[in-house]
Nanobody, 114 residues
Framework: QVQFVESGGGSVQPGGSLRLSCAAS????????MGWYRQAPGKQRELVAS???????HYADSVKGRFTISRDNAKNMVYLQMNSLKPEDTAIYYC????????WGQGTQVTVSS
């Protein structure tokens, strides 16, 4: 059964940085496009960044230039480096496979507040 375990969230001030990690228990991890999603209170979950098996990336306009997604296929890990954080980035962040979304992990809370 595929499982995602997210970590690295926390509380930061505007302008701060965080690095999120996702451990994916999935066979042949390297063939899957991986994505980071977020869900803010009262809003729908949205895809903010994704990365293909060979490293091509895509970002939502709201995070472009501030967030960087990366992966380590040898470790079945996906990362999200978040810089210049804004209060509107406050959300629970999840990872998953965008082409075929699977069961969600618990996510990791990111709070940006002064």
């Amino acid at each position: 059964q595929v499982q995602f375990v997210e970590s690295g969230g926390g509380s930061v001030q505007p302008g701060g940085s965080l690095r999120l990690s996702c451990a994916a228990s999935i066979s042949i991890f390297s063939i899957y496009r991986m994505g980071w999603y977020r869900q803010a209170p009262g809003k729908q979950r949205e895809l903010v960044a994704s990365i293909s098996g060979d490293g091509s990336t895509h970002y939502a306009d709201s995070v472009k230039g501030r967030f960087t997604i990366s992966r380590d296929n040898a470790k079945n890990m996906v990362y999200l480096q978040m810089n210049s954080l804004k209060p509107e980035d406050t959300a629970i962040y999840y990872c998953n496979t965008p082409v075929r979304v699977r069961s969600w992990g618990q996510g990791t809370q990111v709070t940006v507040s002064s």
